[in-house]
């Protein structure tokens, strides 16, 4: 169904207000659409770019929250952490992730995203890795988008945490761990 450009941007703002992580190839399918004309109706209504608006909401949480790990480090860019609970990245697969002969990301890649979801969750200056269970439940290929959901599953020994990490590609489940973590608060929520 086509929408004259004003509804069309209308209803872009309020999808990107309600979702603001969507990027410009699922708009562009939602509203049938080429990704150009999404790119310039962001433009015109002054909306930045995916990465932009990722990078905004992450700068903002990770310099008012986090302790253990400074931004460019983490692997993938977060998109919603609440310390010592629960925490979210993104990770779009590239060139550079996978192996050149058959297009299949690299486990290490998917491994160091849940690995530094896992400390970032960590609501202390140091967290460390003391050791993880995981499992590569599926292959990832490039292009895709893999989405690391952390959440804190035992915090109670004064100086481990426990944090299950689980990885998607859409819907389907491409790896789990279990990372326990060594952190070196002893009094937690100091």
Same mark, same amino acid.
């Given at each position: 169904?086509?929408?004259?450009?004003?509804?069309?941007?209308?209803?872009?703002?309020?999808?990107?207000?309600?979702?603001?992580?969507?990027?410009?190839?699922?708009?562009?399918?939602?509203?049938? *659409?080429?990704?150009?004309? &999404?790119?310039?109706?962001?433009? !015109?209504?002054?909306?930045? %770019? #995916?990465?932009? /608006?990722?990078? +905004?909401?992450?700068?903002?949480?990770?310099?008012?929250? *986090?302790?253990?790990?400074? &931004?460019?480090?983490?692997?993938? !860019?977060?998109?919603?952490? %609440? #310390?010592?609970? /629960?925490?979210? +990245?993104?990770?779009?697969?590239?060139?550079?992730?996978?192996?050149?002969?058959?297009? &299949?990301?690299?486990?290490?890649?998917?491994?160091?995203?849940?690995?530094?979801?896992?400390?970032?969750?960590?609501?202390?200056?140091?967290?460390?890795?003391?050791?993880?269970?995981?499992?590569?439940?599926?292959?990832?290929?490039?292009?895709?988008?893999?989405?690391?959901?952390?959440?804190?599953?035992?915090?109670?020994?004064?100086?481990?945490?426990?944090?299950?990490?689980?990885?998607?590609?859409?819907?389907?489940?491409?790896?789990?761990?279990?990372?326990?973590?060594?952190?070196?608060?002893?009094?937690?929520?100091?």
């Amino acid at each position: 169904m086509r929408r004259n450009k004003k509804n069309r941007q209308l209803q872009l703002k309020e999808t990107i207000e309600e979702m603001p992580f969507i990027t410009d190839e699922d708009l562009a399918k939602k509203f049938e *659409v080429s990704i150009q004309t &999404i790119r310039l109706d962001r433009m !015109e209504l002054s909306i930045p %770019e #995916l990465r932009e /608006r990722i990078k +905004s909401v992450a700068t903002y949480q990770w310099n008012e929250t *986090v302790k253990a790990l400074p &931004i460019d480090e983490v692997i993938g !860019e977060v998109i919603d952490l %609440e #310390l010592d609970k /629960r925490a979210i +990245s993104i990770l779009d697969i590239r060139d550079e992730h996978v192996f050149s002969r058959n297009k &299949i990301a690299r486990g290490h890649h998917l491994f160091a995203q849940a690995n530094s979801l896992a400390v970032a969750v960590i609501n202390d200056e140091l967290a460390l890795t003391r050791g993880a269970e995981i499992k590569f439940t599926n292959q990832v290929k490039q292009g895709e988008r893999v989405v690391a959901k952390a959440k804190v599953i035992n915090a109670e020994q004064k100086d481990r945490t426990t944090v299950e990490v689980d990885s998607f590609v859409e819907t389907e489940k491409v790896f789990s761990g279990v990372f326990e973590m060594f952190r070196s608060n002893e009094q937690k929520g100091e």
